[in-house]
């Protein structure tokens, strides 16, 4: 059992748990409010174990099920065995990178809150892309589109979104954990971005 399956399953163990027992979901979501006045830090990695509902946990998962897996292969093949702690830092770390955005502007708000792995989901999906650009990635099945065209127009979409915010979604933590999944890739590995610029011009 790879270490993509285990993050799944104590992801789906942790979102049933809070959604049964209210008291653990008040105690694990992201409040920036008591994060920064009562220093509550944990919330910034244990929010991302739970989930608002049975959707908002399958698309995170099922993203993160295909594309951690192959991440997870990619920093095997690079980093031989500190390729699993190269991803569950990634992984972890994203998580919290990209909420603190959302921290520092929702600090002195009491009745912000956000929760979910998208940040972290996020992170994996953009290190696969600077790893495989012109990979073919299929939206939903049925848009197919290469890695970094898919990346650019998730990009702006979050910058647009994060912008207007027009509905309840955290655009923040996605555009961020995709920041964060570059830049942690090109510190572990900085002859990627060449790699990267090389297949880019490629096709030019």
Same mark, same amino acid.
């Given at each position: 059992?790879? *270490?993509? /399956?285990?993050? &799944?399953?104590?992801?789906?163990?942790?979102?049933?748990?809070?959604?049964?027992?209210?008291?653990?979901?008040?105690?694990? &979501?992201?409040?920036?409010?008591?994060?920064?006045?009562?220093? @509550?830090? @944990?919330?910034?990695? *244990?929010?991302?174990?739970?989930?608002?509902? @049975?959707?908002?946990?399958?698309?995170?998962?099922?993203? +993160?099920?295909?594309?951690?897996?192959? /991440?997870?292969?990619?920093?095997?093949?690079?980093?031989?065995?500190?390729?699993?702690?190269?991803?569950? /830092?990634?992984?972890?770390?994203?998580?919290?990178?990209?909420?603190?955005?959302? *921290?520092?502007?929702?600090?002195?708000?009491?009745?912000?809150?956000?929760?979910?792995?998208?940040?972290?989901?996020?992170?994996?999906?953009?290190?696969?892309? *600077? +790893?495989?650009?012109?990979?073919?990635?299929?939206?939903?099945?049925?848009?197919?589109?290469?890695?970094?065209?898919?990346?650019?127009?998730? #990009?702006?979409?979050? &910058?647009?979104?994060?912008?207007?915010?027009?509905?309840?979604?955290?655009?923040?933590?996605?555009?961020?954990?995709?920041?964060?999944?570059?830049?942690?890739?090109?510190?572990?590995?900085?002859?990627?971005?060449?790699?990267? &610029? #090389? @297949?880019?011009?490629?096709? +030019?």
């Amino acid at each position: 059992m790879n *270490l993509t /399956v285990v993050i &799944i399953v104590i992801t789906v163990v942790a979102s049933f748990s809070a959604w049964s027992k209210p008291e653990l979901m008040n105690k694990w &979501i992201l409040n920036p409010y008591m994060v920064w006045h009562r220093g @509550q830090w @944990q919330r910034m990695l *244990l929010s991302g174990f739970i989930h608002k509902d @049975q959707m908002h946990l399958f698309f995170n998962m099922f993203t +993160f099920y295909f594309f951690g897996g192959v /991440v997870e292969k990619i920093f095997a093949y690079y980093f031989g065995s500190l390729g699993v702690v190269y991803f569950l /830092v990634l992984y972890l770390a994203g998580i919290v990178f990209a909420d603190l955005p959302t *921290l520092f502007k929702h600090k002195d708000n009491h009745y912000y809150n956000a929760l979910g792995a998208s940040g972290g989901v996020s992170a994996l999906v953009f290190a696969f892309i *600077l +790893f495989n650009p012109l990979q073919k990635i299929c939206l939903y099945f049925v848009i197919c589109l290469p890695g970094i065209v898919l990346g650019a127009l998730y #990009m702006i979409y979050s &910058i647009y979104s994060s912008k207007y915010q027009a509905d309840s979604i955290n655009h923040d933590a996605h555009l961020y954990g995709a920041f964060f999944g570059i830049l942690f890739c090109i510190l572990v590995k900085p002859d990627v971005l060449g790699h990267f &610029i #090389m @297949q880019i011009s490629s096709v +030019f």
